[in-house]
């Protein structure tokens, strides 16, 4: 069983940055891993994933120039987020899939941490 862990969130002012982290641990071979957030009262939605060797990332237009996905190593993986806005507050989930596409959908993840807040003020 894959057990994934994130890190990194909390409180900063509009602007500001934040960097999360999210560990693999398991037996799993895990091929890509993506950030998903949701807002009190939205549905969860797709923030940016990576391939396995990190060649290949995609990124939800919203955090597009802002935000920067990293894999660091086979099992880890990292988001920049710069100059946070209010509207990037919510809770922050990592995701990791066996198979071998990138994807928006949540349902095409396997494996999901049990999420960190992330908090923007005005």
């Known amino acids: 069983q894959e057990q994934l862990v994130e890190s990194g969130g909390g409180l900063v002012q509009a602007g500001g940055f934040l960097r999360l982290s999210c560990a693999a641990s398991g037996a799993v071979d895990v091929y890509a891993m993506g950030w998903f957030r949701q807002a009190p009262g939205k549905e969860r939605e797709f923030v940016a994933t990576i391939s396995r060797r990190g060649g290949l990332t995609n990124y939800a237009d919203s955090v597009k120039g802002r935000f920067s996905i990293f894999r660091d190593n086979a099992s880890g993986m990292s988001l920049q987020m710069n100059n946070l806005q209010p509207a990037d507050t919510a809770v922050y989930y990592c995701?990791?899939?066996?198979?071998?596409?990138?994807?928006?959908?949540?349902?095409?993840?396997?494996?999901w941490g049990q999420g960190t807040q992330v908090t923007v003020s005005s």
């Open positions: 995701a990791a899939s066996t198979r071998e596409m990138l994807s928006r959908m949540p349902d095409r993840y396997d494996y």
